[in-house]
């Protein structure tokens, strides 16, 4: 690493070098302004500083990335021929030999071939990581640096002479026999191949690559754009100023921008008002000359004045609906259906009436609205689903999901390169779609606890199943197995015993009380059975006469039919109640009353006792929650100003 670094400060020094000399060689040969622009020496020194610059600081920052490397090779090419123009010109001044003219001459005329014509092209093949697209590129390459090869030789046999008139000014290896004419065709026409493949590399990179690539691209693409427009007239017409050359070495810069920090501005917005107003200035430029054509041809010479003034108007008319037609074209290919919230809740609806994924719904509305990364997340704080390349240092903005009642999560939005905070209009489209992600979101939880409701219904089924096996099986068999035994053992002795039979027979009757109160245990644990004998209030006042350390007494009014499932919850709530009290309450009364409170029974227990600080739910608390929030009901417990309290509701029909 350190080595490549001393090469590239080397290099750097070498091209700063050339750039002085070629400074002041122009000023000890008495050139004017005119000589140094129309020699395209300045446009060669200009050019080259850009690509030897950009490449160093690529080659320093980027050291593995081969454009830096290319790029100074290419840059040291078109300022050998910056510094050899005027120092081949006051090498004829000082009679230097002709060996010496000529060899200068005709490095002069090779040398710039390998910048901006051919190693740039290379470059731009490489662009913006150093690799080619894919290995089926490498014959590109190569063609490529053969084209450089063959444009340095054809350059270097050219036999003009550099100076006019100086026959020691012609090219060393100069060829005037070789078909120029026929060369000059072929490079033409494999630079052309050259540019079409090179310009369909790039864009295959954009259309597969991920949002940084893209961002990188537009970079070049905005470069490419002013360089375009700045030197339209040499385009159209083959000819134009030559300072308008200079543009080229925006193509380095943007290039080792996009390498270097390509998140230096947000290119998008750059990017789209360039086009915006360019495009603007050239119709309205087209719209006037238009006009005018137009109305000077149909209105008589007299009127040129009106004609003006006229045209004038139908522009300025026309002006500001173009302008909002192509700020609307240009913002949509950029920043998506941010502008028109409708359509991004159109997409994303679209997309889960298809699929209710919120993978799939996040990367729809993510592209819709062109944000580099957004992410669900969860009342949890735990991401739930994401979409795009998230980038570590860039701004991010959450935004609270609506309609997820009380599990409020958030939709996390990376904001583009250059952007500080989120666009009010990206804003609003936004706070139209968090409704529905919130609704998938709260959908998705609802599955999931439905799903898992299940799992623990059928874990507790066969929980119970496994108690009343280890019951039957552990208490209830052994006990009735030994009956059996006894009875066996008694019929056996009973005409030679008769008082050991008689004895056997009593314990085998005690065996069997044993199992009637194990059946009894059993089934009551499985539903009380005072409460089938004597239904819930009846149940309940029986369970208030046993002594206990507070008075219980029962309230209820008629009570409907109830559901077996809410009569069996409704007790077990109405006991633990009682228990509650009995435990902690420092009162001596404690009421329960059962009441129907809009198609909802209503179990209340009070005591009137004080309350005591420092309350924590239980075992058998929890186990009452649970028992109502399976039904469907909700329960609250805890001390009051009353002294302890217990209320449930719960649904006639479970």
Same mark, same amino acid.
């Given at each position: 690493?350190?080595?490549?670094?001393?090469?590239?400060?080397?290099?750097?020094?070498?091209?700063?070098?050339?750039?002085?000399?070629?400074?002041?060689?122009?000023?000890?040969?008495?050139?004017?302004?005119?000589?140094?622009?129309?020699?395209?020496?300045?446009?060669?020194?200009?050019?080259?500083?850009?690509?030897?610059?950009?490449?160093? %600081?690529?080659?320093?920052?980027?050291?593995?990335?081969?454009?830096?490397?290319?790029?100074?090779?290419?840059?040291?090419? *078109?300022?050998?021929?910056?510094?050899?123009?005027?120092?081949?010109?006051?090498?004829?001044?000082?009679?230097?030999?002709?060996?010496?003219?000529?060899?200068?001459?005709?490095?002069?005329?090779?040398?710039?071939?390998?910048?901006?014509?051919?190693?740039?092209?290379?470059?731009?093949?490489?662009?913006?990581?150093?690799?080619?697209?894919?290995?089926?590129?490498?014959?590109?390459?190569?063609?490529? $640096?053969?084209?450089?090869?063959?444009?340095?030789?054809?350059?270097?046999?050219?036999?003009?002479?550099?100076?006019?008139?100086?026959?020691?000014?012609?090219?060393?290896?100069?060829?005037?026999?070789?078909?120029?004419?026929?060369?000059?065709?072929?490079?033409?026409?494999?630079?052309?191949?050259?540019?079409?493949?090179?310009?369909?590399?790039?864009?295959?990179?954009?259309?597969?690559?991920?949002?940084? %690539?893209?961002?990188?691209?537009?970079?070049?693409?905005?470069?490419?754009?002013?360089?375009?427009?700045?030197?339209?007239?040499?385009?159209?017409?083959?000819?134009?100023?030559?300072?308008?050359?200079?543009?080229?070495?925006?193509?380095?810069?943007?290039?080792?921008?996009?390498?270097?920090?390509?998140?230096?501005?947000?290119?998008?917005?750059?990017?789209?008002?360039?086009?915006?107003?360019?495009?603007?200035?050239?119709?309205?430029?087209?719209?006037?000359?238009?006009?005018?054509?137009?109305?000077?041809?149909? $209105?008589?010479?007299?009127?040129?004045?009106?004609?003006?003034?006229?045209?004038?108007?139908?522009?300025?008319?026309?002006?500001?609906?173009?302008?909002?037609?192509?700020?609307?074209?240009?913002?949509?290919?950029?920043?998506?259906?941010?502008?028109?919230?409708?359509?991004?809740?159109?997409?994303?609806?679209?997309?889960?009436?298809?699929?209710?994924?919120?993978?799939?719904?996040?990367?729809?509305?993510?592209?819709?609205?062109?944000?580099?990364? %957004?992410?669900?997340?969860?009342?949890?704080?735990?991401?739930?689903?994401?979409?795009?390349?998230?980038?570590?240092?860039?701004?991010?903005?959450?935004?609270?999901?609506?309609?997820?009642?009380?599990?409020?999560?958030?939709?996390?939005?990376?904001?583009?390169?250059?952007?500080?905070?989120?666009?009010?209009?990206?804003?609003?489209?936004?706070?139209?779609?968090?409704?529905?992600?919130?609704?998938?979101?709260?959908?998705?939880?609802?599955?999931?606890?439905?799903?898992?409701?299940?799992?623990?219904?059928?874990?507790?089924?066969?929980?119970?199943?496994?108690?009343?096996?280890?019951?039957?099986?552990?208490?209830?068999?052994?006990?009735?197995?030994?009956?059996?035994?006894?009875?066996?053992?008694?019929?056996?002795?009973?005409?030679?015993?008769?008082?050991?039979?008689?004895?056997?027979?009593?314990?085998?009757?005690?065996?069997?009380?044993?199992?009637?109160?194990?059946?009894?245990?059993?089934?009551?644990?499985?539903?009380?059975?005072?409460?089938?004998?004597?239904?819930?209030?009846?149940?309940?006042?029986?369970?208030?006469?046993?002594?206990?350390?507070?008075?219980?007494?029962?309230?209820?009014?008629?009570?409907?039919?109830?559901?077996?499932?809410?009569?069996?919850?409704?007790?077990?709530?109405?006991?633990?109640?009682?228990?509650?009290?009995?435990?902690?309450?420092?009162?001596?009364?404690?009421?329960?009353?059962?009441?129907?409170?809009?198609?909802?029974?209503?179990?209340?227990?009070?005591?009137?006792?004080?309350?005591?600080?420092?309350?924590?739910?239980?075992?058998?608390?929890?186990?009452?929650?649970?028992?109502?929030?399976?039904?469907?009901?909700?329960?609250?417990?805890?001390?009051?100003? *009353?002294?302890?309290?217990?209320?449930?509701?719960?649904?006639?029909?479970?």
């Amino acid at each position: 690493m350190a080595e490549r670094r001393t090469a590239i400060v080397i290099a750097g020094c070498a091209a700063g070098a050339l750039a002085v000399t070629s400074v002041a060689a122009s000023i000890a040969v008495d050139w004017t302004w005119s000589d140094y622009v129309s020699s395209y020496t300045l446009t060669n020194t200009v050019i080259g500083l850009a690509l030897a610059l950009c490449g160093m %600081m690529i080659g320093w920052f980027r050291p593995r990335n081969t454009v830096g490397v290319i790029f100074l090779i290419a840059g040291l090419g *078109h300022l050998v021929s910056a510094a050899l123009t005027p120092l081949s010109l006051l090498a004829l001044e000082a009679g230097a030999p002709q060996t010496l003219t000529r060899l200068m001459a005709a490095v002069f005329l090779g040398a710039w071939w390998i910048g901006l014509p051919s190693l740039f092209m290379l470059a731009l093949l490489l662009f913006p990581d150093g690799r080619l697209p894919s290995p089926r590129w490498r014959v590109v390459a190569w063609l490529i $640096v053969a084209y450089a090869a063959f444009s340095v030789v054809l350059g270097v046999i050219d036999p003009l002479p550099t100076a006019p008139g100086e026959p020691a000014a012609i090219s060393l290896f100069a060829a005037p026999t070789a078909p120029h004419a026929a060369l000059g065709v072929i490079n033409a026409i494999v630079s052309l191949a050259i540019v079409i493949l090179v310009v369909g590399s790039l864009v295959l990179r954009y259309a597969r690559g991920d949002e940084r %690539m893209r961002r990188q691209l537009l970079w070049l693409i905005l470069a490419v754009l002013a360089m375009l427009v700045l030197n339209l007239q040499r385009w159209v017409t083959g000819d134009g100023p030559v300072l308008l050359l200079l543009s080229a070495g925006l193509l380095p810069i943007a290039i080792a921008i996009a390498i270097v920090r390509y998140q230096l501005l947000d290119i998008r917005v750059v990017l789209s008002r360039a086009l915006l107003y360019g495009v603007l200035i050239g119709v309205i430029i087209a719209i006037y000359a238009g006009l005018v054509a137009t109305l000077t041809w149909s $209105v008589p010479a007299a009127g040129d004045p009106t004609v003006a003034i006229v045209a004038a108007v139908a522009v300025a008319l026309l002006f500001n609906p173009l302008r909002l037609f192509l700020q609307r074209v240009t913002a949509r290919a950029f920043y998506g259906t941010r502008s028109d919230p409708g359509e991004t809740a159109k997409t994303l609806n679209e997309q889960l009436r298809t699929t209710a994924d919120m993978a799939g719904a996040l990367g729809a509305l993510r592209a819709s609205l062109r944000f580099p990364h %957004m992410a669900v997340i969860g009342a949890d704080g735990e991401e739930i689903a994401s979409d795009g390349a998230r980038d570590p240092d860039a701004r991010s903005v959450e935004i609270p999901l609506f309609g997820t009642g009380d599990r409020a999560g958030a939709l996390t939005v990376t904001l583009r390169p250059g952007e500080h905070i989120l666009h009010d209009a990206d804003r609003r489209s936004l706070s139209l779609v968090t409704p529905l992600i919130g609704m998938v979101l709260r959908e998705q939880s609802l599955a999931a606890d439905l799903r898992a409701a299940r799992a623990q219904t059928a874990e507790a089924r066969e929980s119970e199943r496994q108690v009343l096996h280890r019951d039957l099986h552990d208490g209830l068999g052994p006990t009735l197995t030994s009956a059996a035994l006894r009875i066996d053992a008694a019929q056996n002795v009973l005409d030679a015993d008769a008082d050991r039979a008689r004895a056997v027979l009593t314990h085998a009757r005690a065996d069997v009380s044993a199992a009637l109160a194990e059946v009894r245990r059993v089934v009551y644990g499985l539903r009380p059975i005072p409460l089938d004998e004597r239904g819930l209030v009846r149940a309940l006042q029986e369970q208030a006469e046993h002594p206990a350390a507070l008075d219980v007494e029962v309230t209820a009014e008629a009570l409907p039919e109830l559901s077996p499932a809410t009569e069996l919850a409704a007790y077990r709530v109405a006991i633990e109640g009682i228990a509650n009290a009995n435990r902690h309450s420092s009162g001596s009364r404690v009421v329960v009353d059962l009441a129907i409170d809009d198609q909802v029974l209503r179990v209340t227990v009070v005591d009137d006792g004080m309350p005591v600080p420092g309350f924590t739910p239980g075992v058998g608390i929890r186990s009452i929650t649970e028992r109502v929030e399976e039904l469907g009901g909700t329960v609250s417990v805890g001390p009051d100003a *009353h002294g302890w309290r217990v209320a449930a509701l719960l649904p006639l029909r479970a």
